[in-house]
């Protein structure tokens, strides 16, 4: 059965259509939400809320983009809804929840022990980093740089314009560039970051 198949079962009130669509969905929307939020109980949360907005908001989807196009960003905006309670209630925030989970964020083929002990320090530099962008930036950048979305996919995602995207996208940069640099040794992560900018073109 296709999505949209699916979908037009759903809004009649089938919740076992409903459920496969969860179902298809949810293992890359808990990756998302894992990543924005850094725990995964916080990433379970945060897409229990997005399946439930998305089933009550089922009569108003429009099918402008596919369900799973809509709830990804559902889940997106429910993770920064989540980041934005959790610093008004001074939690401390993480990119990942897992020390050794976070470093493997930074691959090499078997490393020794020096290698494996600054791969983990520049993953802690780089959670640190993250986690004081303010979310929407966070969320621009981690779309680009860890899910690899276009600009027009992540305009198109968050209903913004591609130049608002860039912008958003060449403040986070900034911002984060300066905060590596000020905690040192992380001149390999700078220079992709170079290289990624200027793929982008105009400043994003």
Same mark, same amino acid.
């Given at each position: 059965?296709?999505?949209?198949?699916?979908?037009?079962?759903?809004? *009649?009130?089938?919740?076992?259509?409903?459920?496969?669509?969860?179902?298809?969905?949810?293992?890359?929307?808990?990756?998302?939400? =894992?990543?924005?939020?850094?725990?995964?109980?916080?990433?379970?949360?945060?897409?229990?809320?997005?399946?439930?907005?998305?089933?009550?908001?089922?009569?108003?989807?429009?099918?402008?983009?596919?369900?799973?196009?809509?709830?990804?960003?559902?889940?997106?905006?429910?993770? !920064?809804?989540?980041? *934005?309670?959790?610093?008004?209630?001074?939690?401390?925030?993480?990119?990942?929840?897992?020390?050794?989970?976070?470093?493997?964020?930074?691959?090499?083929?078997?490393?020794?022990?020096?290698?494996?002990?600054?791969?983990?320090?520049?993953?802690?530099?780089?959670?640190?980093? =993250?986690?004081?962008?303010?979310?929407?930036?966070?969320?621009? =950048?981690?779309?680009?740089?860890?899910?690899?979305?276009?600009?027009?996919? !992540?305009?198109?995602?968050?209903?913004?314009?591609?130049?608002?995207?860039?912008?958003?996208?060449?403040?986070? *940069?900034?911002?984060?560039?300066?905060?590596?640099?000020?905690?040192?040794?992380?001149?390999?992560? =700078?220079?992709?970051?170079?290289?990624?900018?200027?793929?982008?073109?105009?400043?994003?």
């Amino acid at each position: 059965m296709t999505e949209q198949e699916l979908l037009d079962r759903a809004r *009649r009130g089938d919740e076992d259509a409903f459920a496969q669509l969860v179902e298809d969905n949810q293992r890359r929307l808990y990756n998302l939400a =894992l990543r924005m939020t850094g725990r995964p109980e916080d990433a379970e949360e945060v897409v229990q809320e997005a399946f439930l907005n998305a089933w009550r908001g089922l009569d108003f989807f429009k099918g402008d983009s596919t369900f799973a196009t809509w709830v990804y960003r559902l889940t997106s905006n429910a993770a !920064i809804d989540h980041l *934005r309670r959790a610093r008004r209630m001074g939690e401390p925030l993480s990119l990942s929840g897992d020390e050794e989970d976070a470093a493997t964020e930074l691959p090499d083929p078997d490393p020794g022990p020096q290698e494996e002990l600054e791969r983990t320090e520049r993953a802690a530099a780089l959670r640190r980093a =993250l986690d004081t962008l303010s979310p929407p930036h966070r969320q621009v =950048l981690e779309m680009r740089a860890l899910d690899g979305l276009s600009y027009e996919e !992540i305009a198109q995602l968050l209903d913004l314009t591609p130049g608002t995207v860039k912008s958003r996208l060449a403040r986070a *940069r900034l911002a984060l560039k300066k905060l590596l640099a000020e905690d040192g040794n992380f001149s390999a992560f =700078l220079s992709s970051m170079e290289t990624e900018q200027g793929k982008g073109g105009g400043g994003g």
